[in-house]
């Protein structure tokens, strides 16, 4: 029968027949007279049964009792998306109903909030990438890249994009359904064995004039750094090809602006700022590029413009350039992409105008700072190679485990079984990197959290 | 009628400063502990000079975005009838439960021992949407509508791919449909056949077995439709498509006008998608994060994307298989938006199977009670064969009142802001002129039907006495109208991109 009067639904049942009776109808059943009685559902939904607020808190938290958060468990966890920490401000703000419950900002006269977070958010991504425009967010860094892919292709009319071979298979993966409609070809460029820098030479070979991107991330899936950028953009401009950089946006208040060696676009995950981790979802796609009309006009997504009232002169913000989407230009449209990331747009935004340039710097060093005091501890311990590549490392770095007489998930079952999350095993990705694991630190882990992280694996290795 | 006034913080020319304008060099908004100096092996090129970001106090940061809220219009604060959008209200429960450590602090790559709590609560939101929906199996992975149609587009053509047609290059989209469809489709590489819409405002049969062939992949249909209007022939329009050996998409937008009275999959659909922020009301953010689950039947389940969630009986687990030879990869990182889908099993337990069919039944009463009182208003008109009832929204058109007055939908709608409701879609569905789409959802009370309703009838009294209000309308919002044109013709879109302007 359900509930008298639903929290939910405040028309009762008694209001209902009078509105069935001012507008002459029998009954609500007649509403849906227009369904074909073949197809009319005459059965109730096998689901639960209606359940109070109460019921729900205690069944949810049930089974949710059955996760073990990072925040009980020293974890190790990153390889696209990373524990940080989030001011308490930042969640209180983005949570404020006025934002969470609005729809895409349609009627800019009631939505200037939204708007002008997004367009704070655009802005400073275009400072930490070294672009000009960037827009209002993309699903993940994922789909931000086979946006790219397309956005390349349809800028240069050419149908061949380059990518590293160290790059996360599940991306690799997503990129090659988003090109998969026009067909378009992929090239993996390989690496130096030693460091893991892109081969510049097999590079130079594959740079036709087919290709239409170029696509390098720094750091990359694996923690290390690309550090021949300038060749790369040099190389790719020669070929008149698009140089796209992906980049994790946290790093940004330490490295250089991916713009300011060449990039042409900027992509990455948006997340570590001030985004939870949440199983992986929601995360934030960041897409931006430079201001040239040949590029702007061909970008997926929502973009966020100031402009001032018709009447006067105050400013306001609208969504703009909507001739490049969807809802204007159906088939014809840069990308069918709609509903997107805002309100995680809207946090990072919050986030960074927290932290602001010495913030996201002292970040960047404690993120590089941490790495590098682990893994100059792990090396202490017989049988690792850390990290695999000699090459500088952000907060993230790979650790083989080839010479230590036990298989990683061993090692990780020990590892858990005393409370911490072991790395991320990468044998069924990159077999040719052995028995190996990408590990992750971040601002959250303190000098202690590695010491205990060393100690334990001393212990387990004997 | 109204007293309405949104917030506006504002000195002659600025509503708010931007966070750039604000703040004073040295201050911060952030702690962090003590960390540790290790000597960085970062090359100088690599390295960074400057970096141009706002320096705020925290106090500052709150007060900042604190007032850009309040110059933001929500399902909290009023009526929002945003056709197509199925703006109702979002339980705050389902917030809190998405805001638990359990939730939001789990890592994708943990051990699966250590999540069986996350993947219960996927695999059993899943079985709640395919039940709902009457298909075989659901993935939950893709962020979004669009991002739904769009895999589902990749697995139709996985599909013909499959049994060997891969003659199929075209997918038909009735000329009412959102324009995500057609772009999803032009996305997956597929030319798009449109089929025009007959006079009672539904698939043009005639017109779709014409354009109905052996090229034809797929339909993708939205039912009830974006007028509002329950695609009652869809057995035969199930029939033609299958008949030609073509699949049949569901966009599920519009779900909410038959929960629990009639599923996509009893209709012949072969692949649905979900609206999560739409149906299962999980707030939208200004513009997502949302979640577009997908469903489908029988065979098709082998396409979907990898990983799929599975319980093991025997050692009473949840596990992730990626050992689908047939799965057309990944979509996007991870398994899905699982803050947004949390909400969204939490909404489904706090409606139950009752409450989800009253959900539809209150929708419904609901426009068909716009439906009924806004139709005997001089000035506003139904296009199509109103005989019938509508389902979950109604497209009014304002051709009357503008062909008497020279006011026209946008002006109309411009001016409801003024009555402290939110504008209903306009100038969509293409295929009426000067649309109102109004989707009322289960949320509101009769009173604010009622005031709505009265609303329009004054603003088209107003057309009548005093057009010059209309057109200047909004007045009571944070802004008036914004010079969409010069926007679009001069963009500015970023802070670096003002300064430049502006020779700053």
Known sequence: ?462 | MTNYRQARWASDSLLEPLAFELGKPGRSGYTLPPKLHEQLKIPKNLLREKLELPELSEVEVVRHYTRLSQMNYGVDSGFYPLGSCTMKYNPKICEELACLEEVECIHPHQDEDTVQGALELMYKLERFLAEIAGVDRVCLHPSAGAHGEFVAMLLTRAYHKFKGDGGRTQVIVPDSAHGTNPASAAMAGYEIVTVPSDSRGRVDLKALEAATCEQTAALMLTNPNTVGLFEDKILKIAEVIHGAGGLLFYDGANLNGILGEARPGDMGFDIVHFNIHKTFSTPHGGGGPGAGPIGVKGELAKFLPVPVIEYEEKHKRYHLNYDRPHSIGKVKAFYGNFRVLVKAYAYILLMGAEGLSEVAEAAVLNANYIMRKLSNVRGYELKFDSSGPCKHEVVFSVDPLKKETGICAKDVAKRLLDFGMYAPTYYFPPIVSEALMIEPTESEPKEELDRFVEALKEIAEEARSNPEKLRSAPTSTAIGRLDEVKASREPILSWRMYRRRAGR
């Not at chain 1, 993996?188 to 696509?215: F, H, N, P, W």
């Not at chain 1, 509903?339 to 935004?349: F, I």
């Not at chain 1, 998930?409 to 079984?417: F, M, P, R, S, V």
Request: hydrophobic share 40%; net charge neutral; with cysteine.
């Open chain 1, 1 to 462: 029968m359900g509930f008298v009067g639903h929290p939910y639904i405040p028309n009762t049942r008694e209001i209902r027949e009078q509105m069935l009776r001012e507008i002459g109808v029998a009954s609500v059943d007649e509403l849906f007279a227009d369904i074909p009685a073949k197809i009319r559902l005459r059965r109730k939904l096998k689901l639960p049964g209606q359940m109070s607020e109460l019921e729900v808190k205690r069944h949810v938290h049930a089974i949710l009792s059955r996760n073990r958060p990072f925040t009980k468990t020293l974890s190790f966890m990153g390889g696209g998306v990373w524990p940080h920490q989030i001011p308490s401000h930042v969640k209180e703000l983005v949570r404020r109903s006025e934002f969470l419950t609005s729809y895409t900002p349609y009627q800019p006269e009631v939505s200037q909030g939204m708007l002008q977070a997004l367009f704070e958010y655009q802005s400073m991504i275009c400072e930490l990438t070294g672009m000009d425009v960037a827009n209002s967010s993309m699903y993940d860094w994922s789909t931000s890249l086979g946006e790219a892919a397309l956005m390349c292709s349809r800028v240069t009319g050419r149908r061949k994009f380059i990518v590293p071979a160290l790059i996360d298979p599940e991306r690799f993966s997503t990129l090659q359904n988003y090109v998969s409609g026009p067909g378009l070809e992929l090239g993996k460029i390989s690496y130096d064995k030693g460091t893991g820098q892109l081969d510049t030479s097999q590079l130079r070979k594959e740079l036709r004039d087919d290709v239409a991107g170029v696509y390098i991330e720094n750091p990359g899936y694996l923690g290390f750094l690309e550090t021949q950028v300038d060749e790369i953009a040099k190389a790719a401009h020669e070929a008149g090809a698009i140089f796209v950089v992906g980049i994790n946006p946290i790093s940004l208040g330490l490295l250089k602006a991916p713009g300011d060696y060449g990039a042409d676009i900027v992509i990455g995950e948006g997340q570590p700022l001030g985004n939870s981790v949440s199983f992986g979802g929601p995360l934030l796609g960041v897409f931006a590029c430079r201001d040239d009309v040949k590029l702007v006009r061909q970008m997926p997504g929502r973009l966020i413009g100031m402009t001032t009232a018709l009447h006067g002169k105050t400013r306001g913000y609208a969504m703009v350039l909507q001739t490049r989407e969807q809802h204007i230009r159906r088939e014809r449209a840069t990308s069918s992409i709609c509903s997107n990331e805002a309100l995680c747009a809207v946090t990072a935004a919050v986030y960074l105008a927290s932290f602001g340039p010495r913030g996201l710097r002292e970040i960047g060093e404690a993120c590089a700072s941490n790495a590098s005091y682990a893994m100059r501890k792990l090396r202490t311990i017989r049988g690792l190679k850390v990290p695999i590549f000699d090459a500088p490392h952000f907060n993230e770095f790979t650790v083989n485990y080839d010479d230590i007489g036990m298989s990683l998930a061993k090692l990780n079952a020990g590892l858990l079984k005393r409370d911490i999350h072991g790395g991320k095993p990468l044998r069924g990705d990159f077999p040719e990197l052995g028995e190996a694991a990408l590990m992750c630190v971040t601002e959250l882990h303190t000098k202690d959290d590695i010491d205990r992280l060393i100690k334990t694996l001393e212990e387990i290795l004997g």
